[in-house]
């Protein structure tokens, strides 16, 4: 592969020389015969290798190779050194050379010592790729969060990425739901085309059809042209069809009829259009007790949730709410220009001790409010709204009815464990993982505690 090198030093011959060989060799060539003219290139340009003669006029090439491995650490520097001088030559590895050639110059050695270090800089360039894909490989880009609750969800988003497979997306308003399924496109192989985004409760049922479906030319009054549709529009990419819950009965039956034969038929058209489009929908309802109730359509909802993502509420993530504060302050210093840096302790763990049943989008409007109002560099429990400062002081983790009750020890890690456990939905190895014990050890507990129970029904 061709690599692109510069070479300096003051003597034309050995410029020449070195040229001719390393363009024979197929790379492309770069020379200058300065110390400064080689920065100001070095400045302009990247290189996969730096090659320099120690002594350039009166100047010192190894301004060269310090100036590199500090500015473009990754790219190689080969010195040239007189013969004889090892010392220098040691001195240039010192500081921060990767090789040296002596003079005059063995053109075969060059050869070899050139192919060595490009390839150390592939190899470089490629440990670098590495690294960044497995820090990326923790969240997608734009999600933050560091529970164990979303290092699941992540994988389940990277697990389905390469399925054509429609998704589910269910979870409270606020959770991020529609920033999961941005996330599912792009990690899917339909990133490259569209994600196009409906919102089905925003729209009359007439016009959600031909917003959905498209028209034909003459469909309605106003339909003075012909029009796609979002099915179509979202053809090689991602159709995200939030709040379905909320879609009428007879777009339901519409709905079913477009998923089950990949096919759409216009408003006021005879004809059926297929579509290659991928559906996510989403909702906040709990579209099950709406199936067992007649609300939503048994048969598309199997179709929809064929794979489900839960987005779990945002006090089942423990400090990510810290994490995520930290995210919206340094979003809205960077918009407003205000310098609020961070969050005082005492009002962090308000921040963690509240509920947040408006999840993320409350939080959200709680920094954005406390960066208002804040008058230092952070934001103090002032600058917090009442129902979560004073949420700390009837919320004691482990009340029960009265928060001034005083409790035995082994109470209060029932009911923390209780709470926490409803916090996950009753997932137990969730709770295990958050409470730091083994799992047998909770189920230990936990039968206990059903004995205690069954001896005071008893009683
Ligand atoms: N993990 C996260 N990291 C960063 N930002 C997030 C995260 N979760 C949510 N947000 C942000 O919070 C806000 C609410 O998210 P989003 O609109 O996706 O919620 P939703 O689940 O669709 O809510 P609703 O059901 O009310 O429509 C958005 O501004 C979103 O960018
Ligand atoms: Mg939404």
Redesign the pocket.
């Known amino acids: 592969m061709k690599s692109s090198i510069l070479v300096v030093d003051d003597d034309p011959s050995i410029l020449d020389l070195v040229e001719a060989r390393l363009k024979k060799r197929e790379h492309a060539v770069t020379t200058e015969s300065t110390v400064d003219a080689a920065l100001e290139c070095l400045r302009r340009q990247d290189f996969d290798l730096v090659i320099t003669d120690l002594q350039i006029g009166t100047d010192s090439g190894l301004a060269i190779s310090e100036w590199v491995s500090t500015n473009r650490p990754g790219t190689p520097v080969i010195v040239i050194t007189a013969f004889g001088s090892m010392e220098t030559a040691v001195g240039a590895i010192r500081a921060g050379a990767d090789d040296f050639v002596t003079k005059p110059v063995d053109l075969e050695l060059l050869d070899h010592i050139v192919e060595r270090a490009i390839q150390r800089r592939r190899l470089t360039a490629e440990v670098e790729r590495l690294r960044a894909t497995v820090a990326r490989a923790g969240m997608p880009a734009?999600?933050?969060?560091k529970s164990s609750a979303?290092k699941k969800l992540a994988d389940l988003i990277d697990r389905i990425g390469d399925s054509d497979a429609s998704v589910l997306i269910t979870?409270q308003?606020?959770?991020?739901?529609?920033?999961v399924a941005r996330a599912l496109h792009d990690r899917s192989t339909r990133k490259d085309g569209a994600f196009v985004p409906v919102n089905c409760a925003a729209l009359p049922e007439n016009l959600l059809e031909s917003e959905l479906f498209g028209h034909v030319k003459g469909a309605f009054t106003d339909a003075r042209t012909a029009k796609d549709g979002l099915f179509r529009r979202a053809g090689g990419g991602t159709l995200f069809l939030?709040e379905i819950a909320e879609t009428a009965p007879e777009m339901q039956v519409k709905l079913l009829r477009a998923l089950q034969e990949r096919k759409v038929r216009p408003v006021g058209g005879t004809e059926e259009i297929a579509f290659d489009t991928r559906i996510v929908a989403?909702t906040?309802r709990d579209i099950e007790s709406d199936v067992e109730e007649g609300r939503f359509r048994e048969d598309l909802y199997y179709r929809i949730n064929v794979v489900r993502l839960r987005?779990p509420p945002l006090r089942a993530r423990g400090n990510d709410v810290l994490l995520?504060a930290q995210?919206f302050i340094d979003r809205i210093a960077a918009r407003s220009g205000k310098n609020v840096r961070g969050i005082a302790a005492p009002a962090a763990q308000m921040l963690v001790n509240y509920d947040w049943p408006g999840n993320?989008?409350e939080l959200?409007n709680t920094i954005e409010r406390g960066m208002a109002l804040a008058r230092f560099e952070e934001i103090t429990a002032d600058d917090l709204p009442e129902k979560i400062r004073d949420h700390q002081s009837t919320h004691v983790v482990v009340a029960g009815a009265n928060p001034d009750e005083l409790l035995p020890l082994e109470e209060v890690e029932q009911r923390y464990i209780m709470r926490v456990l409803a916090a996950v939905d009753g997932n137990k190895t969730e709770a295990a993982r958050i409470l730091d014990v083994d799992r047998r050890t909770l189920y230990r507990k936990l039968e206990r505690y059903e004995r205690y129970e069954r001896q005071e029904s008893n009683d």
């Open positions: 734009g999600i933050i969060g979303m979870g308003s606020g959770t991020g739901k529609e920033l939030d989403a906040n987005v995520l995210h993320v989008r959200e």
